[in-house]
């Protein structure tokens, strides 16, 4: 065979090798779902909105945020576990909000119509809490 008829197959193989390399580097992290380093932290340089609060591996970021009356909460789930976003204190439910189980990518919205301190915590993980302070 001569070699000047192998040169096209060899441009074309390693064409072929670097876009597979090219796109296996652009896939999604298998360890942290879509988010974060792939360290567990979920956190990319970024951070959370000023009416946003994120589940990060075992806590809630920002543990407490100060907003007015009428503000919406977006609890977002940066993590690779399952959390809940459960009002009360003490691991005690005092039934005014609950998200139910809260999957990696998950959401839970809540709007704070009055005035005063409201505790949370994560059904699954013992320490996991937060607070927000409603205030006119």
Do not use: K
């Not at 193989?13 to 879509?34: K, M, Q, Y």
């Not at 809630?60 to 100060?66: G, V």
């Not at 609890?75 to 690779?80: I, P, Y």
Request: charged share 15%.
């Amino acid at each position: 065979m001569n070699p000047s008829n192998r040169t096209p197959g060899l441009v074309l193989f390693s064409i072929a090798l670097a876009l597979f390399f090219i796109a296996l580097g652009c896939g999604e992290n298998a360890t942290d779902p879509g988010f974060g380093n792939g360290n567990g932290d979920g956190n990319n340089g970024e951070e959370p909105g000023p009416n946003e609060v994120w589940m990060v591996g075992q806590s809630f970021s920002p543990a407490n945020l100060e907003v007015e009356e009428g503000t919406t909460i977006t609890w977002e789930n940066r993590s690779g576990e399952v959390h809940t976003v459960t009002s009360g204190s003490n691991r005690n439910h005092d039934n005014l909000f609950d998200s139910g189980n809260i999957s990696p990518g998950g959401t839970y919205f809540y709007t704070f119509d009055d005035a005063g301190t409201y505790d949370y915590f994560c059904i699954p993980h013992a320490g996991m809490t937060g607070t927000i302070t409603v205030t006119d």
